[in-house]
């Protein structure tokens, strides 16, 4: 009994001190940087293993075609620009052959004439297009990696916003973009914040960021990454117009 009894005093003295960690916890500023994506990109294996342009664009719907009229996809190899036409969505070898040569870093063109699939008794030939881009095997890294990162901004942005200032769903959002010599190029806040203090402060630890490793492809080739700072509640409607992929 005694001992039950020196077992709950010590629980009761331990109970502010967990009621204050987890507050702390609790109020803790949510930050974090995220990829921000082309609206179609692919690795180089899935380029390699595409087969129909289903392959190539998930969102793709052939339900909406009756007639395919041309299938013309587009590349740059060696700075020159390079077409081959197919006739349906199946990917002739050509087609697969000029993507699969493509200038790393350069966009894919597919433009899809064809013959609507409804009740009309005339139709005209509509088009479809879209682009996509092929990712790089590294992406770009902040010097010491994802860590030092956070430590970074956690000490040059996160640290200096008042306590209060976030409320509810709030969500503040800076993005920029890593360029071929990993130097920070068009930061930009995209959506502003409430306060233009925080906003500032934000921006001006993104600008001052030490050089990246900059985005590469196995081969060497160096390419410019979009990234997004978020500060806030990711479950903020403002998040879906970002296109971001964990990084």
């Not at 005209?124 to 890294?141: C, G, K, M, T, Y």
């Not at 030092?148 to 996160?158: N, V």
């Not at 709030?170 to 993005?175: F, G, N, Q, R, S």
Request: aromatic share 8%.
């Amino acid at each position: 009994m005694k001992n039950k009894l020196v077992w709950l005093v010590l629980l009761f003295l331990a109970l502010p001190h967990l009621g204050s960690s987890q507050e702390h916890l609790t109020n803790e500023l949510h930050f974090e940087v995220n990829r921000v994506y082309p609206p179609i990109s692919l690795t180089k294996e899935k380029l390699e293993e595409a087969r129909t342009l289903i392959d190539l664009n998930a969102k793709y719907k052939s339900s909406w075609i009756r007639e395919y009229v041309s299938v013309e996809i587009l590349t740059n190899y060696k700075g020159k620009l390079r077409k081959a036409v197919g006739e349906n969505e199946v990917l002739s070898q050509e087609q697969k052959d000029i993507m699969n040569l493509a200038d790393l870093g350069s966009d894919i063109s597919v433009i899809v004439q064809y013959v609507p699939e409804n009740n009309l008794k005339h139709n005209d030939i509509q088009e479809i297009r879209f682009s996509l881009s092929v990712d790089p095997e590294n992406e770009a890294i902040f010097p010491g990696g994802r860590q030092q990162l956070r430590q970074y901004l956690k000490e040059q942005a996160i640290d200096k916003i008042p306590g209060g200032r976030f409320e509810n769903y709030d969500l503040a959002t800076i993005k920029f973009t890593i360029d071929e010599k990993g130097q920070v190029i068009d930061p930009q806040i995209f959506w502003p914040f409430k306060d233009e203090k925080t906003d500032e402060l934000l921006l001006n630890a993104i600008c001052n960021m030490p050089d990246w490793k900059p985005a590469e492809y196995a081969n060497g080739t160096k390419v410019k990454q979009e990234f997004v700072l978020t500060v806030g509640n990711m479950e903020n409607c403002v998040v879906n117009l970002l296109n971001i992929r964990k990084y």
